[in-house]
């Protein structure tokens, strides 16, 4: 802790004088000014990760203890004992074994998981789905913007949460960032950067001609004002994608040393890939285990480079739905409704199970198949957002989930 | 008798539906642009990739298989290796102790510490690595490039992953070449079916492991369907999501389509790495799709089904929605999807019928230039007007930072169409470090980039760009400028 103050009282004044050479160099980037949050209030940060694919929640968080659970999982069943044993929860639901640093984080407090959660959204297509639970509207559809785009949108604006925009992770943005507010974009670098002259004509040139094709260099240009800052400028590097835990870990560090920056966007979204899981999925070791190792290590990395705000922090894990609750005919599972979502950081009220768990009887199932959903994962989301951004239900309701009034956030998830 | 404004459109579509001006190309070939397009149609036949290692997939599948059997092989020599090892020191642990402690680097005896010689990429890279660079050279060496651009259309419409494995990204060129290629000026019906069936597609969406639970395998094995590919082919490749079918539809397809798969390594059924039917993993019995039975025998049942997929009215409007969406607007003009959707019902899927309403249409053709180029679109565009012939590294490195290598889509809908993806901020960002870095490769071959600029850009060029061109501050910069120049980014 030591260390971490001396840090951000030796970085502070450098910063400052970056932030102005910056300033004066790019005349199309925008120069934020330092806002410390007053004392005794929150300065929050909220990082929501989307898993692309539909990730199998019965195998993240096995439900050990349902006496249906071991006979529709067959060979892929998790175990309480053994050389690969689940980790505990809360004696009902395990962890997946890839999963030690969420096991931690949650025993210690800090992390919470939903079960039998999912949006309002019942068919079975990824990409609608992942439509559904990016845009915040009630079903699918050509959708132009997202519920955090439209959050950031319903701020007060000025110097707070809204000014600085919302950050995408990625070449390719996802849905849930883009509209109408600002957004910034960031991606891991990969190869050398353009020099700042070619961006400056450009930016003169787009502006001339050009509307759309500014404003996105504008934008750009924000997150690499704060990137080179903090070091993470035109340094070459290859690596895997956001279906590879190396991706993963860089894309987390990337993304939490952008947040964490006093300059930085408060909110960002980031997508990794790779969990539609249809055939020889695996067990506690295999193919799904390899992708939970990868998140876990992107949780562990976002702890490590949020550190200095972690207690403001809360990082959501959401997927766009499940899938079948029993194997299929070719060892892995096929596409489905009800799964988990997970809360992690500082700031969440952590160390819970938050299930309203239906059974896997078959009758239980949603349409004989699916684990079936009781929590709606639009009420988790609202009730994260009200609390650390001070949102009200109205706005939550008609703005950001348009049409969700009957839908009470869920309170008592930030602490 | 063209007017100035005539020229201007000329060029617009030539952007629009073509793969950009080559240099010195242009003043010629904007003279009657729309009949040259139209003439590619005419001709039906695309031309293929040349000069690959291998022809097509069966010859592929033997390959793979063989170089697969080698690597197991390999593995399985050093393992015994080690093991042997393993004993010798078990055996003598007064001796192992004895020796003094050396880096183990150091230890010449075990061919795991040996440093790897730099190896050539294994097969499957390899291979890919020749059908990208044949793809792509055949993109730079077309005329006005509309049907190659259709084949990057429909490839990413029935996408495959290369990333999958071995076999999809050792035939993921192959799958372009024999399932989509051929079909571009043919009939929707025979590039799906052709699509549906190819190794490539069966592994990708894991057809190929799904077994008929009353299937003789299935009674025997008690292993079953897997949904994956029945799904895609009613979502994404036939009635689109809205398409009107039911989860009961998906499941009755994954039992129609038992039985396609890929001849293993055995080569019981044909040439290995080739589509079989086989009759051992086939659902018997005659599963309701979209309320019609189908009792046809064998591979008959599933080809009757993709029929009438193929003819069905959702899937006239859906490509109709893409097909608009691709070329003209990411918010497609109603009037134009009904057009095409009507011509591509009344003749039951000729492609050529419904790609040639498409160039006719003045809507079409005289739409304001909106849209962003692809990356791919801006790769070849960029190296056909700088006039470079690329090596792989230099295809494959910026598709991969700007975000479209060939056939690795993130999931089975493929690349996404429109300007929110591409012209994202990151997007646009990294665009321009990629220009910059084609602006510094390509300057010592380039005499004046401001005449480059006039010739490529035409009647497209505004004097802005034209300005900011000359007034560059190298020959470089000038043509990133030119690259990244809003004429040369829409169309």
Known sequence: ?415 | MASPSDARSDSVGLQRFGLGFGVGQSPAIRVGARDRLLAEIDRRALPQPAGLPFSGTAEIGAALYAFEDRERSGREARRAAQASEAQVAAAQPALAQSVPAAPASSTPQSPMAQPKPAAEPALPYRTYRQEVLARVRLALDAETGFGERLVQFWSNHFCVGATKSNLTRIMAGAYEREAIRPHVFGRFEEMLVAAESHPAMLDFLDNRLSIGPSSPAGKRRGRGLNENLAREILELHTLGVSGGYAQVDVTNLARIITGWTVVGREAVLGFPGSFAFNAGLHEPGAPPLLGKPYGQPGKEKGLAALGDLARHPATADFIAIKLVRHFVADDPPPALVRALSAVFRRTEGDLAAVSRALLESDAAWRAEPTKIRSPQEFLIAAFRALGRKPDFGQIIGPLGVIGQPLWQPAGPNGYPDGNEAWASPEGIKTRIDVAAGWGRQAAGNVPDPRLLTEDILGPLLSPETRQAVARAESRPQALALMLMSPEFQRR
Not at chain 1, 51 to 74: F, K, N, W
Not at chain 1, 171 to 178: A, E, G, K, T
Not at chain 1, 351 to 380: C, F, N, S, Y
């Open chain 1, 1 to 415: 802790m030591v260390d971490d103050d001396d840090d951000c009282e030796r970085m502070t004044p450098s910063r400052r004088a970056m932030l102005g050479a910056a300033g004066a160099l790019f005349a199309w980037s925008f120069v934020p000014k330092f806002a410390y949050a007053a004392a005794g209030s929150r300065d929050p940060r909220f990082l929501l990760v989307v898993l692309r694919g539909a990730l199998d929640g019965l195998s993240a968080v096995p439900p050990i203890g349902d006496p249906d659970y071991a006979g529709l999982r067959e060979d892929i069943a998790l175990m309480r004992d053994g050389p690969d044993a689940a980790l505990p929860l809360d004696g009902f639901f395990y962890l997946h074994p890839a999963m030690p640093n969420l096991a931690r984080l949650y025993a210690s407090g800090q992390a919470s998981i939903v079960h039998a959660a999912a949006t309002g959204y019942r068919e079975r297509s990824h990409f609608d789905g992942q439509d559904v639970l990016e845009s915040g509207q009630a079903g699918p559809g050509r959708t132009e913007s997202g519920w955090l785009n439209r959050l950031i949108a319903s701020l007060p604006p000025g110097e707070g949460v809204s000014r600085r925009g919302v950050l995408g992770v990625g070449v390719v943005p996802p849905l849930v960032v883009r509209g109408e507010a600002p957004i910034l974009g960031w991606a891991p670098p990969r190869m050398a950067r353009a020099g700042p002259d070619l961006i400056q004509r450009l930016g003169d040139l787009y502006g001339q001609r050009d509307p759309g094709l500014a404003r996105a260099l504008s934008q750009a240009g924000l997150t690499e004002g704060i990137a080179q800052r903090r070091g993470m400028g035109s340094e070459v590097r290859g690596g895997g994608g956001p279906d590879s835990a190396d991706g993963m870990k860089r894309i987390a560090e990337g993304a939490a040393a952008l947040v964490g920056a006093d300059d930085g966007p408060r909110i960002a979204a980031l997508a990794f890939e790779g969990w539609d899981t249809h055939a020889n999925e695996g067990g506690a070791k295999g193919r799904l285990a390899q992708l939970l190792g990868g998140l876990d290590g992107a949780l562990a990395s976002f702890e490590a480079g949020l550190k200095p705000v972690w207690n403001d922090t809360v990082v959501m894990v959401v997927t766009e739905f499940g899938r079948t609750a029993k194997v299929n005919g070719t060892v892995g599972t096929d596409h489905g409704t009800g799964t988990v979502a997970f809360l992690v950081g500082g700031a969440v009220k952590g160390g819970r199970m938050i299930a309203d768990w239906p059974g896997l009887k078959l009758e239980q199932l949603h349409e004989k198949r699916d684990l079936k959903p009781t929590t709606d994962i639009r009420a988790v989301a609202k009730g994260v957002v009200s609390e650390l951004f001070g949102l009200s239900g109205p706005v939550l309701a008609e703005k950001v989930f348009p049409g969700t009034g009957g839908l009470a956030p869920l309170a008592g998830l930030v602490g």
